[in-house]
């Protein structure tokens, strides 16, 4: 699955939902300081993307970079209370 997300990043680089399933599919993979930049350039296009931020912070932990998964779980946890979905 991996190689078939890549193939489609190089395709169409700007994809959000491309860049969130090459994201899953290298947190699957264990690729933990790959998953971390591939997260980050989808919340530039869905900042509001709640999943995605706690994905990051996991990967960011699991990469051992500890201040940067806490910084990413306190932007996910200041958005629950301005999240469309959960006001």
Sequence with gaps: ALRHWRLAE???PEDPDILVGLA???HAAGEW???APALR??????PL????R????????RS???ADSVEAYEEAMALLGRH???V
């Excluded at 350039?41 to 869905?46: D, G, I, S």
């Excluded at 706690?54 to 932990?61: N, R, V």
């Design 24 to 26: 899953l599919a290298l």
């Design 54 to 61: 706690a994905s990051l912070g996991e990967a960011l932990w």
């Design 49 to 52: 993307d709640l999943g995605c």
């Design 84 to 86: 469309p979905l959960l």
């Design 10 to 12: 190089a395709l169409a």
């Design 64 to 66: 051992n970079r500890l």
């Design 41 to 46: 350039r989808a919340l530039e296009r869905r």
């Design 33 to 35: 300081e790959a998953c």
